[in-house]
């Protein structure tokens, strides 16, 4: 019998929104299958209602010809469906072979936990995957990769028959996705249904049978991955081609003066980093996750401490003993995780606008909420952020609106910004924002901001950067201009030795 | 309110009675307004009662041993505030949790206070400390009382329209992203203690001024009715909600709630349980409206 996961007539509704519209479609055992879209079309809460977050107005999920009823998650774990979601959900101060194997722990006839015999069904699924991981190390002490493997240890240990992975590589490096890769394609091997939810192309042409494509909480069109194209389901996804990204973008093409320069910048996992950045530049962080790109940045920005170096600003010296230094001396980070260190969420995006800029904004003691509103209004208006007013909470604007809050933030005439560094600025972001943000960023350098740009993925560090640094192990690689770089040349400046790190990094 | 007027026959609401009321009013609001806005930072501090203890202690010994009242009461103010710059001092150079590094205080505070004193009651008998202690405006609502709502009234608006009060709920929600984008979520914490520090000395020297004397029990573990008080009004513990409005109406249905409890006679064990089931309740409705935010 062909096993398979039919969704029939699911519609989701919440106040205000249609989430979900009439959904029918059916995974095939033995093949992945691609839900793909932009944010907001409805794919997170459809792989929610398949792991009993939610429940569904109306409509069924059927497996193996049998509805499913999901009033927990609890439930859908056991009717075999295990979703793996962004944030890693292991137990970080318990080992790898507790976390396998929580909920299900083998017993000795003292009813103890059977040590010898779980360490030796955990070393089983770990080498069926062939994954260089110790079962006794605590979670939390494993790269975020190999979390992410654990987890899917975990689903494979609890026999689950539907696995479904929400943006898996969301964090992670071009190697560690291959060694994913792998563990998806054994999974696949093994007759389960697969489940994957990613806003790469690249990946979803890489490793998936068949691709769902949603929008606005409808399904458009559900395509053969061997038989479309990567133009035709953009199209499908927008409504319309965006064409070359990369090569339509209106770029900056004169540069000022050197505006930061970096000699010699150890701190916390940075080892021996220089770097300069003029007016007007876009230079590049590429590297692997864990190359140390976030700490220079964050060292630099006066976030870590630095343990040796120099800064000089404008040709001046300098060194910041906090954020607040740096900002007022006109530095900016939009950091990596927009939702726990940009933003403060259940803020109107007035009061986040606002906070560099309070000491400018008062009347004698007191805050000028007029001046704030303009100021928070103007922000709104320039970068076209999609909200009903300004006192909308920014934890209820998309990944795109969020991003807009803050560049706009660092970027409104009130402040004195000029040297803009963005890390992972497009992460969660759809492709019709990314573009977006692409083109935000040329035009801010035009403006005469210098910009630096981190990014995981490849070809958009290469894409928009005018000079791409390359790290490694937390020093500086390789140094390379835009017309010279390619993927190939980045990732072998980023990857040469790699393995023998992440063995490391596993112990 | 209207079951105690019922019950008491009217007695609630007679004038002594709301008198009375009002005049245990005044520890509650100064620990309210400390505890609260630490609250709100995302902070707490179980030492306060101890402090302001060992404050009032301070500001006797002093008086008795023939130091002119305002320098007892502004040696008895800075020893408060030190003791919040030890807490502040513990939770952000030390890393301590809050609950763990002020419970710690707390116990050295009362060792202190024991240590000043003797173990023995010091009587006051500065006619200034006994003034604002016991007189009334209008033989009817206490200076001390005065005191106390107009510091309510000042911190309410510093919260709500300064810059030291906005970057206070923006650290209570995330002190991270505060510090990414400008604020020093290190020298508001120091502020903060400081400040809370201060406010329990005041608390317990207003209180040994009502009593013509100070005792080693003082206002110990009151800080516990300040964070009720602040939570019934709708600051959360997790931090970054409520002001000093809803402080101040927690405040009153604390005090009303015990107060009541005498006037209708419950016995007085069985009080103390029901104020803890009044924390348990209040702990609920903000666990609650927790759950509701973060399902957002």
């Not at chain 1, 569904?56 to 609890?74: C, H, R, T």
């Not at chain 1, 068949?210 to 035709?232: M, N, Q």
């Not at chain 1, 977006?436 to 630096?452: S, T």
């Not at chain 2, 709708?234 to 009541?260: D, E, H, V, Y």
Request: hydrophobic share 45%.
């Amino acid at each position: 019998m062909e096993y398979f996961l039919e969704f029939k007539g699911i519609r989701k509704s919440f106040p205000g929104v249609q989430a979900l519209r009439d959904i029918s479609f059916r995974a095939e055992g033995g093949r992945v299958l691609a839900l793909l879209g932009e944010n907001g079309a409805g794919k997170s809460t459809l792989l929610k209602i398949l792991a009993g977050d939610l429940s569904a107005d109306e409509g069924e999920v059927v497996l193996g010809g049998a509805p499913l009823s999901f009033s927990s998650p609890y439930d859908a774990i056991k009717a075999g469906v295990s979703v793996i979601y962004q944030e890693r959900q292991l137990i970080p101060a318990m080992s790898v072979m507790e976390n396998i194997f929580a909920g299900a722990l083998p017993r000795n006839s003292f009813g103890f936990i059977d040590k010898p015999r779980l360490k030796k069904d955990t070393q089983a699924i770990i080498e069926k995957f062939g994954l260089p991981i110790d079962p006794a190390a605590p979670a939390g002490r494993l790269s975020v990769a190999y979390q992410q493997m654990v987890e899917i240890m975990k689903a494979y240990r609890r026999g689950s028959s539907v696995i479904a992975f929400d943006e898996p590589t969301a964090s992670l490096a071009e190697a560690e996705i291959s060694i994913l890769f792998k563990l998806i394609a054994e999974l696949k091997r093994e007759g389960k249904i697969v489940v994957y939810v990613s806003h790469r192309l690249a990946e979803i042409f890489q490793i998936t049978d068949d691709i769902v494509v949603f929008k606005d909480g409808a399904l458009v069109k559900t395509f053969v991955t061997d038989e479309t194209s990567e133009p035709e389901l953009i199209r499908a996804m927008i409504g319309r081609d965006i064409g070359d990204t990369y090569a339509n973008l209106s770029r900056n093409t004169e540069y000022g003066e050197t505006l930061l320069e970096v000699r010699n910048l150890v701190a916390k996992q940075v080892k021996n980093v220089s770097f300069s950045l003029r007016k007007g530049e876009i230079i590049g962080f590429a590297g692997l996750v864990g190359a140390g790109r976030t700490e220079v940045v964050r060292a630099l920005f006066g976030a870590d401490p630095m343990i040796s170096g120099e800064i000089l600003l404008e040709g001046k010296r300098v060194e910041f003993k906090s954020p607040a230094e740096a900002i007022t001396a006109g530095l900016a980070l939009c950091p990596e995780d927009r939702k726990e260190q940009g933003l403060v969420l259940y803020h109107s995006i007035r009061d986040n606008v606002s906070i560099p800029v309070l000491s400018k904004i008062r009347r004698f003691f007191f805050l000028d909420r007029k001046a704030e509103s303009a100021l928070a209004g103007g922000i709104v208006d320039k970068y076209s952020i999609k909200t009903p007013g300004i006192d909308k909470i920014v934890v209820e604007l998309s990944g795109g609106n969020q991003q807009k809050v803050i560049l706009g933030r660092w970027t409104s005439d009130q402040m004195t910004t000029k040297i803009l560094i963005l890390d992972e600025p497009t992460k969660g972001i759809d492709v019709g924002t990314k573009a977006e943000v692409y083109q935000m960023m040329c035009d801010l350098a035009k403006q005469g901001f210098g910009v630096i740009f981190i990014s995981s993925e490849l070809p958009e560090v290469i894409g928009v950067s005018d000079t791409i640094y390359v790290m490694r192990g937390g020093r500086v690689t390789g140094c390379v201009h835009r017309g010279d770089a390619t993927e190939e040349s980045i990732l072998s400046l980023a990857m040469s030795d790699t393995v023998k790190t992440e063995r490391g990094d596993a112990k | 309110m209207i079951v105690y007027t019922v019950i008491s026959k009217g007695a609630f609401i007679r004038p002594r009675n709301i008198r009375n009321i009002l005049q245990s009013t005044t520890v509650v609001s100064l620990l309210t307004i400390g505890a609260g806005s630490l609250m709100i930072a995302g902070y707490l501090d179980l030492s306060l009662g101890g402090i302001g203890t060992m404050c009032a202690m301070l500001a006797a010994f002093l008086l008795r041993a023939g130091v002119p009242w305002y320098a007892a009461l502004a040696a008895a103010l800075i020893l408060g505030g030190a003791g919040g710059a030890f807490n502040a001092v513990l939770v952000n150079e030390l890393n301590f949790q809050p609950f763990i590094a002020t419970l710690a205080t707390a116990s050295i505070t009362q060792g202190f206070t024991s240590i000043i004193s003797q173990g023995k009651q010091i009587d006051i008998a500065n006619p200034v400390f006994n003034f604002i202690g016991s007189e009334r405006v209008l033989d009817f609502i206490p200076y001390s009382l005065i005191i106390s709502l107009f510091a309510l009234l000042i911190y309410g608006v510093i919260l709500k329209n300064t810059k030291f009060g906005r970057s206070v709920y923006l650290i209570g929600n995330n002190a991270q992203a505060a510090r990414l984008a400008g604020l020093r979520p290190k020298r508001i914490s120091y502020t903060l203690f400081i400040n809370a520090g201060c406010l329990a000395a005041l608390a317990g020297i207003l209180l040994a001024a009502r009593l013509k004397s100070s005792n080693t029990v003082g206002i110990t573990n009151s800080q516990f009715a300040g964070m009720t008080a602040a939570i019934l009004g709708g600051i959360s513990l997790g931090g970054g909600t409520g002001g000093m409005g809803g402080a101040l109406a927690g405040i009153l249905i604390l005090n009303c709630f015990n107060n009541g409890m005498t006037v209708i006679d419950v016995p007085p064990y069985w009080q103390v349980v029901a104020s803890g089931i009044l924390l348990l309740i209040a702990l609920t409705a903000d666990f609650l409206s927790a759950r509701k935010r973060a399902a957002n």
